[in-house]
């Protein structure tokens, strides 16, 4: 099993992971690029932004069920619209 697949299986149980967490745990230099590829495969990660015990802040990553928007507009446009600007597969 990939460390991508581990993170997907993690997440699937309904936990949410910050970066710090995902290269801890699962040993991803990259984790933002972890959750990017979980995305091109169809899977929706939200991230919510929040802040840490000692006031850092950062993102947790979780696994949600699309809106019926976003599944419509997935359909017309792409999945590029969840993306930011810029960034290519």
């Given at each position: 099993?990939?460390?991508?697949?581990?993170?997907?299986?993690?997440?699937?149980?309904?936990a949410?992971?910050?970066?710090?967490?995902?290269?801890?745990?699962?040993?991803?230099?990259?984790?933002?690029?972890?959750?990017?590829?979980?995305r091109?495969?169809?899977?929706?990660?939200?991230?919510?932004?929040?802040?840490?015990?000692?006031?850092?802040?950062?993102?947790?990553?979780?696994?949600?069920?699309?809106?019926?928007r976003?599944?419509?507009?997935?359909?017309?446009?792409?999945?590029?619209?969840?993306?930011?600007?810029?960034?290519?597969?």
């Amino acid at each position: 099993m990939s460390k991508i697949s581990k993170v997907h299986s993690y997440l699937t149980t309904g936990a949410e992971l910050t970066p710090r967490q995902i290269s801890g745990t699962f040993g991803l230099k990259n984790p933002h690029d972890a959750i990017y590829q979980l995305r091109n495969r169809g899977v929706c990660i939200y991230t919510n932004s929040t802040t840490l015990s000692d006031g850092t802040p950062t993102v947790k990553y979780r696994i949600g069920t699309p809106s019926r928007r976003m599944v419509a507009l997935t359909r017309m446009v792409g999945g590029a619209a969840f993306f930011r600007r810029g960034r290519t597969a």
